[in-house]
Nanobody, 121 residues
């Protein structure tokens, strides 16, 4: 069974920083793309940033230049470094990963439980 566990959320003042982590565990053969999504109250879930297995990245326009996504393939862990945080970044942040559990199996999406990020003075 595969699990994604996020950590690192919390309350931070505007202009501050947080680093989110997403650790994958279980029967994992390989992890393809990893991504971070967020969902604010009353809003749809949106993609914040994504990274491929080779390290190519893409970001939502609203976070470009402030957020950095990275991964440690040896640790099956992804990260989201968030700097210059704004109140509009307040949301529950979810980790997503496309994981294969065997050499000949198709990858499927897994989700973490979400971690709350609140940006407020």
């Amino acid at each position: 069974q595969v699990q994604l566990v996020e950590s690192g959320g919390g309350l931070v003042q505007p202009g501050g920083s947080l680093r989110l982590s997403c650790a994958a565990s279980g029967s994992i053969f390989s992890i393809d793309a990893m991504g971070w999504y967020r969902q604010a109250p009353g809003e749809a879930r949106e993609l914040v940033a994504a990274i491929t297995s080779s390290g190519s990245t893409n970001y939502a326009d609203s976070v470009k230049g402030r957020f950095t996504i990275s991964r440690d393939n040896a640790k099956n862990t992804g990260y989201l470094q968030m700097n210059s945080l704004k109140p509009e970044d307040t949301a529950v942040y979810y980790c997503n990963a496309q994981i294969r559990i065997g050499r000949y199996t198709k990858g499927r999406d897994y989700w973490g439980q979400g971690t709350q990020v609140t940006v407020s003075s």
